[in-house]
Nanobody
Framework: QVQLVTSGGGLVQSGGSLRLSCAAS????????MAWYRQAPGKQRELVAS???????DYVDSVKGRFTISRDSAKNTVYLEMNSLKPEDTAAYYC?????????WGQGTQVTVSS
């Protein structure tokens, strides 16, 4: 079993910053990819950012230059630093971890950006 604990969401004004974190614990042998997804009301869940074992990162175009994903492999923790937040970033954010071929999800954390 793998558990993911997410924290760091909240309410922030447009232009503000937030940092999300997600710590994995349990039967972890090798984490391949750690990622953040988000889902706004009435919209499909979308991949926001991902980071693999070699540190390669990928971002959805709408957050490039504003969000930074990083990971602490020793702590099995992934972070999402979000700067210059916009109202359209408002969504529930979910941590996702791929261990071998199995995908695990954390509980969502709400990010609300007011204009």
């Amino acid at each position: 079993q793998v558990q993911l604990v997410t924290s760091g969401g909240g309410l922030v004004q447009s232009g503000g910053s937030l940092r999300l974190s997600c710590a994995a614990s349990g039967s972890i042998f090798a984490i391949n990819v750690m990622a953040w997804y988000r889902q706004a009301p009435g919209k499909q869940r979308e991949l926001v950012a991902s980071i693999n074992n070699w540190g390669r990162t990928d971002y959805v175009d709408s957050v490039k230059g504003r969000f930074t994903i990083s990971r602490d492999s020793a702590k099995n923790t992934v972070y999402l630093e979000m700067n210059s937040l916009k109202p359209e970033d408002t969504a529930a954010y979910y941590c996702n971890v791929l261990i071998r071929s199995t995908s695990y999800w954390g509980q969502g954390t709400q990010v609300t950006v007011s204009s």
